[in-house]
């Protein structure tokens, strides 16, 4: 056991590009800290996506492949399908991972593959410049939805995870929040269970991560979370949507 | 040596691949190349290997970049609409540096286009695969049994470089029967270990597989790299053959099934009293250049011959370089040339006899 204060060892020490009021950073810190609580740091390897986490590669102190856009799922089947026992994990925001890798995510999670996606869902494309996803809440102005997203053009706002639920490969699906301490708490251990799902060759196990995206929401750090808890929370309710028996 | 068996194109590659240590297999169904993901789903649990039927070409490519990544000698083959899509996951695994092999079975194209054989993807293997200052090593057999020993090649060349391999084939290289024969079998645990692989890092520094380089100088001095390589497979890695070079005045360029249609058609020509002989690249890239640059100094006209409008030819041109003229014969659209058009062609540059 890791002391719970400690820097991990699963985190290399470069600092993080993250923005001011981003929380990518504390989810690194809490997908680290299961690792190294796992002691599996030497035989895990991470699949960075493209987006603000693309360099997640130079943070994570493990082995790393940084994928094209949306396909990490598919990377991280070669990966899995060469070394089934080590332990793979894929980390991805919502524009990599809802909307140009949907079809990756739907089939790995199908086939139940064995590997864990972290999926970071901040409602917008950060890294191109705050662009609107699938994941654009209902109204939201993002640079590409100026007027608010209007949903008979655009669509509505997608649940990926509820979607992930229908199939038999997933076996645990759950959304969580890390905009407070109680909740980063509640996040970690799902991530935790995620990971064990996995070691225990369960199947496929996703956890999403609500997270904030303050430059390209236009808000001050302090206002995300708030809009993150008063507007994303509702159209994405947090919780356990699949979870299968028998896993702490 | 084992004994000559009779096997089909598509098969006896995927049985070389297997021979080749090769047992990892990602690709989506797609006609004239389905024989070869069938037979390694056959015998893939016979060694304990993974054949995955991927969702997609796009996911098929990304798996073999992962797969590739881990270390592992690893295949997919498609034919054309499905390259285009696996030009994604190539350009990652050309630009992270990893080794990988990849058939395609050429049909005619553009769009959906026909299932018939064609040569029509020459410029897509050789130059425009997909984004990026990268070139792949391009093996073109002629035979079913060269189809055999490049692929078992093809993993070598793709370690030695870390440089993805493609081996292009058509229809009828494809669904052909001929006798074969396979060099002794690898087994994948002999092959030496690949350091840089992602493999978990244990007792050492984590390994990065990455394509991205943010400071234009680093991507710069990657790309300078990657250019050396694709610089050193010039000096040592063309390879072609040559038919009749000595006594020629027409050379005809011709690689895979257009080279073996045409060595017809060279025989009937040269019952006529023409004196053709023939320079066929078995690799594209590295393009054979050199000799064709030398063999003009002595005959009078080269005449590339593809299934496709005219590709390679401007590679033949490159390489004569202005010193003779180069005529183009070609069929397409999933139409294959005969010997005869060809002996028309050759008599329309050679004049009366
Ligand atoms: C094939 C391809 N298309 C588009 C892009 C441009 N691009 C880079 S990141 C990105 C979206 C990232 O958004 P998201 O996945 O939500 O992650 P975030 O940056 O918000 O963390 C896009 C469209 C790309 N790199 N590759
Ligand atoms: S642009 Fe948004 S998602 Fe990207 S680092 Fe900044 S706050 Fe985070």
Redesign the pocket.
Known sequence: MKEVAGYPDALTDKQFHYCPGCT?GIIHRIVAEVIDELDIREETIGVA??????LAYEYFNVDMHEA???RAPAVATGIKRVHPDKFVFTY??????A??GTAEIVHAANRGELISTIF?N?A?????GG?M?P?SLEGQKTTTSPFGRDVREAGHPIRMSEMLTQLDGAVYITRVSVHDPQHIKQAKKAIKKAFKIQLEGKGFALVEVL?T?PT?WGMKPSDSIEWLKNNMMETYPLGDLKTPEGVE | MGEKVLMKGNEAIAEAAIRAGCRYFFGYPITPQSELPAYLARKFPEVGGTFLQAESEVAASNMIYGAAGAGARVLTSSSSPGISLKA?GISYIAGAELPAVIINIMRGGPGLGSIQPSQADYFQATKGMAHGDFSLTVLAPSTVQEAVDLTMEAFEIADRYRNPVLLVGDGIIGQMMEPVEFKEAIDPDELPKKEWATDGAKGREPNVINSLALEPEDLEDHNMKLKAKYDKMKEEEVRYEELYTDDADIIIVAYGTTARISSRAIEMARKEGYKVGMIRPITLFPFPTDIINETADRVDDFLAVEMSTGQMVEDVRLAVNGKKPVHFYGRTGGVVPSPEEIVNKIKEIGGEK
Do not use: F, K, R, W
């Open positions: 990518h996506p493209v987006g603000c986490s693309v094209s856009h949306g991805q925001g919502d524009g990599d991972l909307s140009i970071v901040n917008i494309y950060g890294m191109t662009q996803a994941t997270s995206c390209n | 994604e």
